[in-house]
């Protein structure tokens, strides 16, 4: 079952779309419109009365009645069926997050201050180009695109930690030894000693990676189809439900016939990042085809340990800088919210 936080935000989403008068009775009815196991149905309600995740309740359900009330969506016809996906991925080749889906027909993603739109294996986001299926490196990036900057590094940390019995050669590194140095490896600061040599694996991964990433994309058809899945356009249209920092997010989201009515791609660029971590910028420009005008998506790419120093191969994090009301082909479901007057 996903965290306490996340049960709260999707599913108190879907109960704001059901005709109760808040989240209590909604909960005390139990609906079988929402399709909820006994388990899911009792955390959720001890969550409630908890009152840990007050906030998220009353965004979570102000979101879903606007679902309910919105021109674009459910005009006020309340579902007969909504489901929940519990955190699980969806069968098939889909790049649509989908949380919620009602009446067999509406696909909701309930998105609350998050900025990360893939957590994927580097391989599969700069060689198979963020596919659900295919064929790609699996193993260590780090060790794929830089072995010989990745060796000094190992070998710094080696010879820093004192740890014993480790074979000269990190791909020779087995699942206890990769403990033994996660564990000599604690917080995020390296020893001196090895700080140059990971200043250098930095660089060399950014580079190496926005290179192989930019020859996988020569052709207009294959930036195309990459800035959709980075800007998450599904097969089919969907609904975002969810907040940005301050301010809610009730959103439909293009399908590519839609986004191709209303934008033309102009370009997709990769460049490599001096961070403090390896990481890669990347850009995707499109011109507005009612008014020619021109606009730009900024994001990047963290690819960086999860787990800890050289205790699993690096992941590649998916980040959007630019705020998700503003991305192209992701429009308002209904009135703006009413925003606060200096003077009224």
């Known amino acids: 079952m996903p965290d306490d936080r996340t049960l709260v935000t999707e599913l108190g989403t879907a109960l704001g779309m059901l005709p109760y008068a808040g989240p209590g009775q909604a909960l005390a009815a139990r609906p079988t419109e929402l399709a909820l196991s006994p388990a899911a149905w009792d955390r959720l309600n001890q969550l409630h009365r908890s009152g840990r995740f007050g ?13 309910l009330e ?3 969506a459910l005009r006020g016809r309340s579902p007969l069926l909504v489901e929940w996906t519990g955190g ?6 889909e790049v649509a997050p989908v949380d919620l889906r009602v009446d067999h027909v509406y696909l909701v993603s309930c998105k609350y201050l998050s900025r990360a739109i893939a957590n994927a294996s580097p391989g599969r986001l700069f060689e198979g180009l963020l596919a659900t299926t295919g064929s790609w490196p699996v193993g260590d990036w780090y060790q794929e695109v830089a072995p010989d900057a990745y060796r000094r590094l190992y070998l710094a940390c080696r010879k820093a930690t004192g740890v014993e019995g480790l074979p000269d050669d990190p791909s020779a590194l ?8 996660r564990h000599a490896l604690p917080g995020r600061s ?8 990971y200043r250098e694996l930095c660089l060399e991964v950014s580079a190496r990676s926005a290179e192989r990433w930019a020859a996988r994309v020569t052709s207009l058809a294959d930036q195309e ?4 899945r980075l800007l998450r356009i599904g097969n089919a249209s969907y ?8 301010r809610p997010l009730r959103l439909r989201v293009a399908s590519p016939w839609d986004w191709r009515q209303a934008y033309q791609l102009a370009g997709l660029s990769m460049a490599p990042a001096a961070a403090g971590q390896p990481q890669v910028d990347w850009a995707i420009s499109y011109r507005r085809r009612a008014d020619g005008g021109r606009g730009q998506v900024r994001g990047h790419v963290e690819i960086r340990w999860s787990h800890g120093r050289f205790a699993q191969p690096p992941e590649a994090k998916v980040y959007i800088d630019t705020p998700t009301d503003e991305l192209p082909g992701y429009f308002p479901i209904g009135p703006p919210a009413a925003q606060p007057e200096l003077w009224s």
């Open 174 to 181: 087995g699942s206890a030894e990769r403990r033994a140095m």
């Open 190 to 197: 390296y020893p001196p000693a090895a700080r140059d040599a």
């Open 55 to 67: 906030d998220e309740f009353r965004a979570a359900w102000d979101n879903g009645r606007a679902f």
């Open 88 to 93: 699980r991925r969806p069968p098939g080749d």
């Open 239 to 246: 609904f975002v439900l969810g907040a940005d920092p301050g």
């Open 225 to 228: 189809r990459l800035a959709w």
């Open 70 to 72: 919105a021109p674009d």
